[in-house]
Nanobody
Framework: QVQLVESGGGLVQAGGSLRLSCAAS????????MGWFRQAPGKEREFVGAISRTGGSTYYADSVKGRFTISRDNAKNTVFLQTTSLKPEDTAVYYC?????????????????WGQGTQVTVSS
């Protein structure tokens, strides 16, 4: 089992950047696919991106491709989401999630463990 804690959210102007972090407990962090999802008020939780166990491959939603970057540091049990060129429509609670699936996946049900989320608000 793994516990996840996100941080780094906040209020930023459109065009700005934030770096979100997700710290994981336990000694088996490297065995998990890690993903980021987000949920805006009144909307379904949606996939943002995911990263393989080694960090060698990443997968992004079209809406964030070219603006967001996922990375991980297995020595520090942490996964990151670097966001740039933020838009008001990026406003949401951002969640990290861990999966034992065989490859990075955009499917929410493939992720067994979730953090509590961190709020990102982008003002216009």
């Amino acid at each position: 089992q793994v516990q996840l804690v996100e941080s780094g959210g906040g209020l930023v102007q459109a065009g700005g950047s934030l770096r979100l972090s997700c710290a994981a407990s336990g000694r088996t962090f490297y065995t998990y696919i890690m993903g980021w999802f987000r949920q805006a008020p009144g909307k379904e939780r949606e996939f943002v991106g995911a990263i393989s166990r080694t960090g060698g491959s990443t997968y992004y939603a079209d809406s964030v491709k070219g603006r967001f970057t996922i990375s991980r540091d297995n020595a520090k049990n942490t996964v990151f989401l670097q966001t740039t060129s933020l838009k008001p429509e990026d406003t949401a609670v951002y969640y990290c999630a861990a999966s034992t699936y065989y490859s990075p996946s955009p499917v929410r049900s493939n992720y067994e463990y979730w953090g509590q989320g961190t709020q990102v608000t982008v003002s216009s």
